[in-house]
């Protein structure tokens, strides 16, 4: 297991940026797959963005050419970074880990909030 701390959210105009930064303490970061998932004002929980132990990633359609994930090993820190928001991209943002032997996300951060205003 790792613990997950994020930071970075807060409040941004439309069409500008922020970066998210997700801190991982525990065994063997590098072997787990990480991801960002965000969840609005009464919707489900949806997958953001996702990045493998070897450095694949994906996205989710509403986020393509304007999110990116990253993942520094040596820092044990997985990163985000947003451009051209949008009001819909308002929700609370988790960090999430997956360790290489499971198929689901074991390991939950405390949320960060984003909220762009238009």
């Known amino acids: 297991q790792v613990q997950l701390v994020e930071s970075g959210g807060g409040l941004v105009q439309a069409g500008g940026s922020l970066r998210l930064s997700c801190a991982a303490s525990g065994r063997s970061f590098s072997n787990y797959a990480m991801a960002w998932f965000r969840q609005a004002p009464g919707k489900q929980r949806e997958l953001v963005a996702a990045?493998?132990?070897?450095?694949?990633?994906n996205y989710a359609d509403s986020v393509k050419g304007r999110f990116t994930i990253s993942r520094d090993n040596a820092k044990t820190t997985v990163y985000r970074q947003m451009n051209s928001l949008k009001p819909e991209d308002t929700a609370v943002y988790y960090c999430a880990a997956r360790a290489s032997y499971r198929d689901y996300y074991g390991s939950w951060g405390q949320g960060t909030q984003v909220t762009v205003s238009s």
């Open positions: 990045i493998t132990s070897g450095g694949s990633r």
